[in-house]
Nanobody, 128 residues
Framework: QVQLVESGGGLVQAGGSLRLSCAAS????????VGWFRQAPGKEREFVAV????????YYTDSVKGRFTISRDNAKSMVYLQMNSLNPEDTAVYYC?????????????????????WGQGTQVTVAS
């Protein structure tokens, strides 16, 4: 079992920045890839970014490339999502998720249905 707790959400003006944190506890954190997903009202949950177990590989959805950066600190069991140049389309509940495995395809890592554990989410609101 892995417990995930997100923090760092809030209200920010367009063009601003936020840093989301995901604190993990439970099983060996370094055995898991960690992804960030988001869900806006009336929309499906969508993939945002993922980082593999060793932090060597990261993937981003096209709409956040160049603006968001995912990172992790396995010694602290933490994953971060630095979000810059935010715009109102980034408004959503952001979820941290964990998927066990070290050789995972992008198709798996970008699919919310494939993940094993989820946090409760943190609200990000970007005002225009």
């Amino acid at each position: 079992q892995v417990q995930l707790v997100e923090s760092g959400g809030g209200l920010v003006q367009a063009g601003g920045s936020l840093r989301l944190s995901c604190a993990a506890s439970g099983r060996t954190f370094s055995n898991y890839a960690v992804g960030w997903f988001r869900q806006a009202p009336g929309k499906e949950r969508e993939f945002v970014a993922v980082i593999n177990w060793s932090a060597i590989t990261t993937y981003y959805t096209d709409s956040v490339k160049g603006r968001f950066t995912i990172s992790r600190d396995n010694a602290k069991s933490m994953v971060y999502l630095q979000m810059n140049s935010l715009n109102p389309e980034d408004t959503a509940v952001y979820y941290c998720s964990a998927k066990r495995g070290k050789l995972l395809s992008l198709a798996t890592l970008s699919s919310y249905a494939k993940y094993d554990y989820w946090g409760q989410g943190t609200q990000v609101t970007v005002a225009s």
